[in-house]
């Protein structure tokens, strides 16, 4: 059983940034992030395979987030720059013990409660 605690969520202005971290109480085969706003489905923002570091991106995040790792600390963090309004969601992190690991919910195998992201405009 992996625990995953999320920190880093919180308010910021369109433009601003903000560094969401993911800590895992063990070893994962991949990270990912997914974020899931009132009355939409869960989306995935990004993903990392931990040994290779292959990341990926969802298409409304390419260019504006970037995921990275820790391996020593076990942690993924999601950089967020330029966040829009539409941005605003719940972010969790998930992990996935093997396989395919893309972005959907069901390629993961253990997920964190969630941190809160609102972008004001």
């Known amino acids: 059983q992996v625990q995953l605690v999320e920190s880093g969520g919180g308010s910021v202005q369109a433009g601003g940034s903000l560094r969401l971290s993911c800590a895992a109480s063990g070893y994962t085969y991949c990270l990912g992030w997914f974020r899931q706003a009132p009355g939409k489905e869960r989306e995935g923002v990004a993903r990392i395979y931990t040994n290779s570091g292959n990341t990926y991106y969802g298409d409304s995040v390419k260019g504006r987030f970037t995921i990275s790792q820790d391996n020593a600390k076990n942690t993924v963090y999601l950089q967020m720059n330029s966040l829009k309004p539409e941005d605003t969601a719940m972010y969790y992190c998930?992990?996935?013990?093997?396989?395919?690991?893309?972005?959907?919910?069901?390629?993961?195998?253990?997920w964190g409660q969630g941190t809160q992201v609102t972008v004001s405009s």
């Open positions: 998930a992990a996935g013990r093997g396989g395919v690991c893309g972005f959907l919910t069901y390629h993961y195998n253990y």
